[in-house]
Every structure is written in C-alpha cells, then in structure tokens.
C-alpha cells in the first residue's frame, strides 16, 4: 500500500476579542471527480525528502493561506486511508502532523496563480466554530488548538497595546 506524510497547521489570530483560525475551501482535482465545493480543510501538504514537519506546515500554510506564521507547538498526528482517483488508483495510508502556529504578517488568500488551481479560497473562521471543519481528525486537530489558546491566554495580544485593526 502507498503511504504519504504531510505536515499541517492550525493558523490562529486574536482579533476583536477571539480566536479565528485559517481554513481553505480546496479546489476538485477535475471537473468530473469529486466536488470539493463546501469543503473546509486545513493548510497542509507533503513533507518534502529531507524536510522538518513543522517547517513543512510554515511552508504549506504560507503557499496556500498566504500568511506568515510563527510554530507554537506541536497538535497532534492524524491518520487516513484513500483511495487516489487519480495516477495508478492506490490505496494510500497517510498520516498528517498538525501543528499550532501563531499569525505574525500576510493577507488571507494573496497566494500565487499556481495555488490558486489547488486552493479556491482562504478565509478566517472563528475556532469555536471548528464543528464546520469537513474531516474529522482535523476537527480534533482544531479542538486541540482550541484547548492549547484557552490554557494560554499568554497568546492573547496585550490589550493595552493600541491596535488599529480590533
Ligand atoms: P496534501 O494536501 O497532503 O498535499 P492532497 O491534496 O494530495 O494532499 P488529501 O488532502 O489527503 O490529498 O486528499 C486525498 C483524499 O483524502 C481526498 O479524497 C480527500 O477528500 C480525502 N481526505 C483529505 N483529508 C482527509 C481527512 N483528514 N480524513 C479523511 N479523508 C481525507
């Protein structure tokens, strides 16, 4: 059986007193497969030979979000099995490394003419909100991060600091 390692992220920003996270509607591989149409996923992608996970999480969430972010810590390891519609129709294992990682520049969806095929859009959601995520496991990844920002309220921007976007 074919197997793939990919590497994630939970982006998350404060804004007006919250927690939101970076979620992307992919792109369907062909007009014919599968409609990726409603489905809400999280930056992700394969670890490329010789990469470090958590700098393939960085990577994915710059490519495909457009933002920069900063590792926090490590979430947790998923697990699936598929079935490629694509190439030589494998069944593929894969397991995929999500980590938490903290919005420090960038604009949501500013991503090149290439990622543009994979990604439809980039948007905010609040991550109470993690229920609208489509895969399970990424749904325990999401609640996962949302434990780890409410044990951590160090995360929370100083409000005393003046912001001109809250
Ligand atoms: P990557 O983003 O790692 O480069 P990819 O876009 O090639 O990967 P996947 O996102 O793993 O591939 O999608 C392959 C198949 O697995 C699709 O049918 C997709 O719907 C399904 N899939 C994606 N994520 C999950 C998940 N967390 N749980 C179950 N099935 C998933």
Do not use: C
């Amino acid at each position: 059986m074919a197997r793939e390692f990919s590497a994630g992220g939970v982006l998350v920003r404060w804004r007006k007193g919250r927690w939101w996270m970076a979620v992307i509607e992919p792109q369907g591989r062909t007009a014919f497969s599968e409609s990726a149409k409603d489905t809400l996923a999280l930056p992700k992608g394969l670890i490329d030979p010789g990469e470090k996970a958590e700098n393939t999480a960085l990577r994915e969430i710059h490519e495909e979000t457009g933002a920069v972010g900063e590792l926090i810590a490590k979430l947790k390891d998923i697990k699936y099995f598929y079935v490629r519609t694509w190439g030589d129709g494998a069944r593929v294992f894969k397991v995929v490394s999500f980590y938490l990682v903290l919005y420090r520049s960038g604009k949501l969806g500013n991503i090149t003419p290439e990622m543009r095929k994979e990604v439809r859009r980039a948007i905010w959601l609040p991550i109470d909100d993690w229920e609208q995520l489509s895969y399970k496991g990424e749904r325990e990844v999401a609640q996962s991060a949302r434990e780890y920002l409410l044990a951590h309220a160090e995360l929370q921007p100083d409000p005393k600091a003046t912001s001109s976007e809250s």
